[in-house]
Structures are given as structure tokens and as C-alpha cells.
């Protein structure tokens, strides 16, 4: 007899396709069989050990996230209802150009200061590797031997590799450079990662010109693995930006995922069917693409990454250095406020856009959920001075939110036929984003149920079958027979994000149940202690 059977589920399978009533039953981690409703009449119905009634539920594929900033939070902390609470069964990690492998001794501290905004400073996690292969041993070994909470797919960082190999200067890589970064990319690719990322608008993936990627992408293209860029600006020149990344992996021959692909600041208000126009021409023309973004329109990031690419040359103590100079501050002030810095995607800030949502240091914990402008104002000074002595006295450790997105683009491109969903949600800070506890049931509440702006059917293949494509997974994102259980069921009626800008850490509701390999993760609205999450090796 088999272990489980959901019985009288509305199956929304993620193909897309219309939603069916059925038994399904589980048995060793697997859908072994579907019973449709029509099929089953006067018909004996399927038995298990354990029955389950889902009357009145959603029965779906586990929900994917493309892009998770989880790389050292699914080691610290077991329950991680962050992503097991909304139905995500698996994320994506090494996003943006910046993880934690491939690492040595002197790059991984680098890389740790780097990225303290985004993880944490790491003082609590045992760095026991070095390699990609073995940061996906550790996924899998988890808490004493158990596993992490979701599953963990894992893309090579450019940034980090560059690091690596060249170092954190602002400069062409040499040949011996160059053999290395591909090296290093197939080496990682070989181990099991699913693709590369970049992120150039950070330091130092920014400083590869266009050969130097392409070169990279060449590399990802013969393992079948994919291109996910943070490109070079969401401001402005953003079309030229996509545009870029569109020509350089035609060019490779490398399929291309593009990281939160939003068109924020007001240089690109109304712009998102411009990007869809662009898109559209490079598929009807053979390109890969897809894409993901999350529901709402703040970004989020860390205080430092808006500062000019130059000031940020040499790493994190290089940073703190020119910071600590009057004369290099007021260049870097200058380039913030007047011309448009690289790293604020070629917008001159506007501090009034930018609150702080965690501090690194809790002495500055006033700071947090003000923007730069009102604390600047409290103390009688100006945003700069403000700003600048966040940066030096956090470290560089402080997350921000940048409310400079726009409804109307979130929803026209989240329409696009290619469109994935990816919280970008950084789990660091007293106040962080929404996103990360809340994209996915918002994505069915909000956009679905109130507003209408998918089908509840076409929502799911977004979450599920797509983003599985992507990664090549042959038994992952479908309610079918002979795939993995990782499964989610939620009330369409009821389903919504729990988080808000003034409470992110709310859990949210109407998911009372949340399956990974057959095992319950989320049981009657409530976190298990199962930890059935795996590292996901690429699929040769």
C-alpha cells in the first residue's frame, strides 16, 4: 500500500493547461498515480497508509524560486519557513556574481565582507569548503547529516570567479587570467552547478568587458547550462543594458535568464513594453531566453553597491579607505548625486528613495526603516554626511530598500510568456524586504485572485514547469505520474502573503501544506521538523 494519497485535490499540474479534480497518491517520494474524478467513477478509489482530504484546495508542483539569497541560510537555520512557508520547494543560489564558492582562503574573507548585507557577516557558519562541489556536499550533508529545509540549485558566481582569479582591480583580465575564469566555470559546472550569474552593477563581476563573458558563456553553453546576468543598469540605459546581454550570449550560444528584470527610476516609466518588444524580436530570431522578476516595485540591495564602480575597485577596505578621505568622499558624493554613478545604475540618487532596511551593527539600529533623507533631516545635515557615516560605521554592512520601481512595468512583464518568478529576497536586517517571505502567495492573491492580472493556471506554470525548464529538471514542476512529490497545497481563496514593508516577517496564509520527496515540510499550516531538502546537481 502506498504512503499518502491526496484525496479529491483540484490538480493545477503547471502545464498550464485547465485544472482537474483528482486522488493523487505518493508513495517513496514520488506521484506514482493521478485518478481524475471522471475516471474514478464507480470505480474502486485509490488507498494509502495516510489519507489526506483537500477539499477545497489547490493542488500544485512545488514553487521554484530563481533567484534566493539563501546561500548561507539554509546552513543556519533548519526551519527556514522564509521559503518553506510560501511553497518553495527549491531556490536558486550564487545569484548576482557573489557566493561563497569557488573560493580560497583570501577570496572567500573578501567575498564575505562583500556580501555581510546580503548574508550576514558568517561568524556563525563553518566555511569547511572550498569548491562548488563541496558547497553542495555541505547543502546535502545539512544539520548534522539531515539536509537543509528546501532543495538548493546553484549557479557559478562571475564575481566571485573573477575575484578568484584576477583579483578586485578594475582591469582587463590576461590571457592566464581568462584560461583560469573558464576553468574554473567549467569546474564548478562540472560539480553540479546549473548555470553562471553575474551581477555588473557589483564589484568586481562589473569590470569584465563584453569578450571577457562572452568567453564564460561559451564555457556554460557546452555543459547546457544558462546565463543569469544582473546587467549593467536598471536605470538608465536599461534597454541598452538588456540589449547587451541579449547580443553576448547570441553570440556564445548560451541561454539567457534574466535576473529580475524590472525597468526602474523614472527614466523608465511606462518602458516595460519597449524591453517586451526586445525580447520578443531576439526569440522570433532563435535566442533562449526567460526571465524572473517578483511582485512588487522596491528593490533592494545594499547601501554600498550604489557607490561608483571606481570608488569600489581593490574591495571592501579599499572602499572604507576612500570613504575615510575628504577629498576622495566628495568625488564619490559628486559622481551619488550629480552625475549618475554606475553602481546607481546611472541615475543620480534621490535619497528620499533610499530607507535603510538592516544594519550590520546594532548601535545603528535608529537608522533602520528611515530613509536616508529623514534621518539627514533629524540630525540637521546633509544626505551625504548622513549616508556616509552609515557606510563607514556599518562597515559597509547595511541593506536598503530603493523605492524607485513601477506598477505598470511589474505587470507587463510579469504577462510575458517567458516570465518566471524569483523573490530576490535578502533574509539579513531588522527590516527587510517583503519579498523574501511573501513573493510567491502574493503572486496568487494579489495578481491572480484580486487583480486578475494571470490566470490562476498560467500563475503556476510561471512558479513551477517554466523555472524547471530552465534548470533541466526532468522529474520537477509537473503534477505527474513518475515525478518527485514536492508539492504544495493552498486555498485559492484565501491564499496571500502574510508580509508587509511595516511586518516582512509575517508568514503568509492559506498554504496549509507543503511536500518535498513525499514528506511534509508544512503540515496543517505549520513548519515539521523534516529536513528533505537536497542540493539539485545540474542535469548532464
Known amino acids: 500500500m502506498a504512503e499518502l494519497v491526496i484525496r479529491d485535490a483540484d490538480v493545477v499540474d503547471g502545464s498550464g493547461g485547465a485544472s482537474y479534480r483528482a486522488d493523487v497518491v505518493i508513495d517513496r517520494g514520488r506521484i506514482v498515480s493521478i485518478v481524475q474524478e471522471a475516471a474514478a467513477a464507480g470505480c474502486q478509489r485509490p488507498k494509502a497508509r495516510r489519507e489526506l482530504d483537500a477539499e477545497g484546495l489547490a493542488l500544485s508542483p512545488g514553487f521554484i524560486d530563481m533567484h534566493a539569497h539563501s546561500d548561507l541560510a539554509l546552513l543556519r537555520d533548519p526551519d527556514h519557513s522564509a521559503k518553506a512557508a510560501q511553497g518553495v520547494t527549491l531556490e536558486v543560489l550564487g545569484q548576482d556574481g557573489l557566493s ?18 546580503w548574508n550576514g557577516d558568517g561568524d556563525d557558519i563553518d566555511f569547511d569548503w572550498r569548491s562548488v562541489g563541496e558547497y553542495l556536499d555541505r547543502l546535502d550533508s545539512g544539520f548534522d547529516g539531515q539536509g537543509i529545509a528546501v532543495n538548493a540549485a546553484y549557479l557559478v558566481p562571475q564575481g566571485t570567479v573573477r575575484a578568484l582569479a584576477v583579483g578586485w582591480e578594475d582591469r582587463e583580465a590576461t590571457p592566464g587570467e581568462l584560461d583560469r575564469m573558464r576553468h574554473l566555470v567549467a569546474e564548478g559546472l562540472e560539480q553540479g552547478a546549473v548555470g553562471l550569474s553575474s551581477g555588473l552593477t557589483y564589484t568586481p563581476g562589473m569590470y569584465a568587458k563584453d569578450a571577457e563573458l ?40 548560451c541561454a539567457l535568464h534574466l535576473a529580475h528584470a524590472t525597468m526602474n527610476f ?43 564602480s571606481w570608488a569600489s575597485e581593490g574591495g571592501p577596505e579599499e572602499v ?61 545635515e546633509a544626505p551625504w554626511v548622513t549616508a556616509r557615516r552609515l557606510l563607514i560605521d556599518d562597515r559597509l554592512g547595511s541593506t536598503i530598500l530603493q523605492h524607485v520601481g513601477h506598477e505598470e512595468n511589474v505587470r507587463a512583464i510579469m504577462r510575458h510568456p517567458v516570465h518566471t518568478g ?5 533574509l539579513q536586517g531588522a527590516k527587510p524586504h517583503p519579498r523574501a517571505y511573501g513573493t510567491f502567495p502574493r503572486y496568487l492573491g494579489h495578481y491572480v485572485r484580486e487583480l486578475g492580472v494571470l490566470t490562476l493556471e498560467e500563475c503556476v506554470a510561471r512558479l513551477t514547469a517554466r523555472p524547471a525548464a530552465r534548470l533541466r529538471l526532468p522529474d520537477r514542476g509537473l503534477v505527474r ?17 502574510g508580509s508587509s514593508f511595516e511586518n516582512p516577517r509575517e508568514l503568509p496564509t492559506g498554504i496549509p501544506y507543503v511536500l518535498i520527496d513525499g514528506r511534509f515540510v508544512i503540515e496543517d499550516g505549520r513548519r515539521t521538523d523534516v529536513l528533505a531538502g537536497r542540493a539539485v546537481r545540474r542535469t548532464p
Open 100 to 117: 561563497y564558492a569557488p573560493v580560497d582562503d583570501r577570496t572567500l574573507a573578501d567575498v564575505r565582507r562583500a556580501i555581510t548585507g
Open 214 to 253: 562572452t568567453e564564460l558563456c561559451r564555457v556554460v553553453a557546452s555543459y547546457g547550462g544558462y546565463y543569469c546576468p544582473h546587467h549593467r543598469s536598471y536605470g538608465a540605459g536599461a534597454l541598452e543594458a538588456y540589449e547587451e546581454m541579449v547580443a553576448l550570449t547570441r553570440e556564445a550560444g
Open 266 to 308: 523614472g527614466v523608465n516609466k511606462g518602458r516595460a513594453p519597449e524591453l517586451l518588444s526586445l525580447l520578443d524580436d531576439a526569440l522570433a530570431a532563435g535566442a533562449d531566453i526567460s526571465l524572473d522578476t517578483y511582485p512588487y516595485t522596491p528593490g533592494s540591495t545594499t547601501l554600498a553597491a550604489l557607490l561608483p
Open 320 to 380: 572604507l579607505r576612500r570613504l575615510e578621505d575628504e577629498g576622495t568622499a566628495e568625488r564619490v558624493r559628486h559622481d551619488l548625486e550629480v552625475v549618475g554613478a554606475d553602481g546607481c545604475h546611472g541615475v543620480p540618487v534621490e535619497w528620499d528613495t533610499i530607507e535603510i532596511s538592516g544594519v550590520r551593527d546594532a548601535g545603528l539600529a535608529d537608522f533602520v526603516g528611515r530613509t536616508v533623507q529623514e534621518s539627514a533631516d533629524l540630525r540637521g
Open 422 to 426: 524569483g523573490s530576490d529576497g535578502i
Open 481 to 497: 505520474e513518475g515525478y518527485r512529490a514536492d508539492l504544495v497545497l493552498f486555498d485559492p481563496a484565501r491564499v496571500a502573503a
